[in-house]
């Protein structure tokens, strides 16, 4: 069983930046793509950014394209999201999980994490 704790939001005025982390309980999440997904209150949960194993490929939802960046660092079983000139449009709870492929489908990660919240004032 893969456990996923995200950690790094909070408050933040429009325009600021946050890093949020992802970090997995098992040395396996080098071999799986990571994503990281967003649910904003009374919403579905959206993709945001996805990463593959290797990370030399990445995947943006277009609202945060040249705004967020997706990293990893596997051997420290982390993935990180960069997120710059946020919005207030960017509120809502975070989430990484861990899938098979390259996917903006939520339905292509097995494992995902608790969220952490982002809040961004205007």
């Known amino acids: 069983q893969v456990q996923l704790v995200e950690s790094g939001g909070g408050l933040v005025q429009a325009g600021g930046s946050l890093r949020l982390a992802c970090a997995a309980s098992?040395?396996?999440?080098?071999?799986?793509?990571v994503g990281w997904f967003r649910q904003a209150p009374g919403k579905e949960r959206a993709f945001v950014a996805a990463?593959?194993?290797?990370?030399?490929?990445?995947r943006y939802e277009d609202s945060v394209k040249g705004r967020f960046t997706i990293s990893r660092d596997n051997a420290n079983n982390m993935v990180y999201l960069q997120m710059n000139s946020l919005k207030p449009e960017d509120t809502a709870a975070y989430y990484c999980?861990?899938?098979?492929?390259?996917?903006?489908?939520?339905?292509?990660?097995?494992?995902w994490g608790q969220g952490t919240q982002v809040t961004v004032s205007s």
């Open positions: 990463i593959t194993s290797s990370g030399i490929n990445t």
């Open positions: 098992a040395r396996t999440i080098g071999f799986y793509a």
């Open positions: 999980a861990q899938g098979g492929r390259l996917t903006q489908n939520p339905r292509g990660y097995e494992y």
